[in-house]
């Protein structure tokens, strides 16, 4: 499989737009200079008050993801991604899927969502071992009831955070698409070791964090002015790094935005000979 390079100290890092959730959840927008608008947070009026889209039904959304899944089966970037998940022997038993955002509240970035969930559904069918199903759950606390019904007819169950972290184990294939860094070093990988991981740029979260340790303090879901502790942070991704091959996730030939910038870890030991 191919093989990354130690770092990019040239890459750009996306601007982004942060809310706090209730439960302790950075919910982020990425604004990508080089693309449109990649974000996790969803419309609210002026009450906080999230809106689904007018006229979404269960049956609807299973429509939508039902096109957007035949779109992505016919196109390149599949094609491309079983080929390279092909070159590796999986022992996956268990999926996790963390903060891929809304299918039902009325935003742009609804279809972004599905996008997101189509590609993980292909990848989870790709790495499972043909009889053996694999168990498969969905964190996020932008989850509608309805996002939650749709996601459990997918053979999909939703919990509650902090309990998706119980599930990533050694066996784990981890989908964390564009979560804040700070959730997921500190919650996702943190003492965890899954087998393949498909998320944020993990090496670009290491050169941002050691030009924040230089450069400035940085004020973490506070008021109080405090720095990072970016060695923590630093050895805990390097503890991830560790004994894994990497490669970027290929490009989407339509919407690109809902990819754009995610890279895929595997355990060395695992490719094949």
């Not at 006229?55 to 196109?75: F, I, K, M, P």
């Not at 694999?134 to 997918?154: G, R, Y």
């Not at 393949?196 to 670009?204: A, C, F, K, S, V």
Request: one cysteine or more.
């Amino acid at each position: 499989m191919p093989h990354s390079t130690r770092r990019n100290k040239k890459s750009s890092w996306a601007k982004r737009i942060e809310t706090i959730t209730s439960d302790g959840w950075t919910v982020v927008a990425h604004i990508n200079p080089s693309a449109s608008v990649i974000n996790h947070s969803e419309r609210e009026t002026s009450t906080g008050v999230r809106y689904i889209l007018p006229g979404l039904t269960l049956e609807r959304l299973q429509s939508d993801y039902d096109r957007a899944r035949v779109q992505w089966q016919d196109g390149e970037c599949h094609t491309r991604l079983t080929e390279i998940l092909s070159r590796t022997t999986w022992d996956v038993e268990h999926a996790v899927c963390l903060g891929v955002g809304s299918f039902s509240v009325d935003t742009q970035n609804r279809w972004r969502s599905l996008w997101q969930l189509v590609a993980f559904t292909s990848i989870v069918s790709a790495v499972s071992k043909g009889s053996t199903a694999i168990k498969i759950w969905a964190q996020d606390p932008c989850f509608t009831s309805l996002d939650t019904e749709f996601l459990e007819s997918l053979g999909i169950t939703v919990v509650q955070h902090p309990q998706a972290k119980q599930h990533i184990t050694e066996k784990t294939f981890l989908y964390a698409p564009f979560v804040d860094w700070s959730i997921t070093l500190d919650f996702a990988l943190d003492e965890t070791d899954p087998s393949l991981y498909i998320g944020t740029d993990i090496e670009q979260i290491m050169d941002t964090l050691e030009r924040i340790s230089k450069t400035y303090e940085y004020d973490r879901y506070t008021s109080e002015e405090k720095t990072v502790d970016t060695e923590r942070y630093i050895a805990i991704a390097e503890r991830f790094c560790k004994g894994r091959d990497t490669c970027a996730f290929p490009k989407y030939e339509g919407q690109a935005y809902w990819q754009d910038g995610l890279k895929i870890y595997w355990k060395e030991e695992a490719e094949k000979d």
